[in-house]
Nanobody, 126 residues
């Protein structure tokens, strides 16, 4: 069973930065496509970023230029560096893993990920 554990969330003032981490169990992490999603109260889960097994990255429009996704296959960990945070970034952030390297059009959708973490709260104050 694949397990994902997020960490690094917290309370931060607008304009500051946070780095989220997601540790993944299992021996095949390097073959997974990884994604970050977020969900604010009363809103649908929103795509934030993805990184494929080959290192291709993509971002949601609302975070482009501010957030960076990366992965360390030696540590079975994916990261989300979040800079210039805004109050509207406040949400629970989830990491997700897909054993299948779907095209981008699919990997921006939560339903194409097989494994999920429990989420970590990010709160940005104004």
């Amino acid at each position: 069973q694949v397990q994902l554990v997020e960490s690094g969330g917290g309370l931060v003032q607008a304009g500051n930065s946070l780095r989220l981490s997601c540790a993944v169990s299992g021996r095949t992490f390097s073959s997974y496509a990884m994604g970050w999603f977020r969900q604010a109260p009363g809103k649908e889960r929103e795509f934030v970023a993805l990184i494929s097994a080959s290192g291709y990255t993509d971002y949601g429009d609302s975070v482009k230029g501010r957030f960076t996704i990366s992965r360390d296959n030696a540590k079975n960990t994916v990261y989300l560096q979040m800079n210039s945070l805004k109050p509207e970034d406040t949400a629970v952030y989830y990491c997700a893993a897909s054993p299948t390297q779907y095209p981008r059009a699919y990997l921006i959708q939560a339903s194409y990920y097989s494994y999920w973490g429990q989420g970590t709260q990010v709160t940005v104050s104004s």
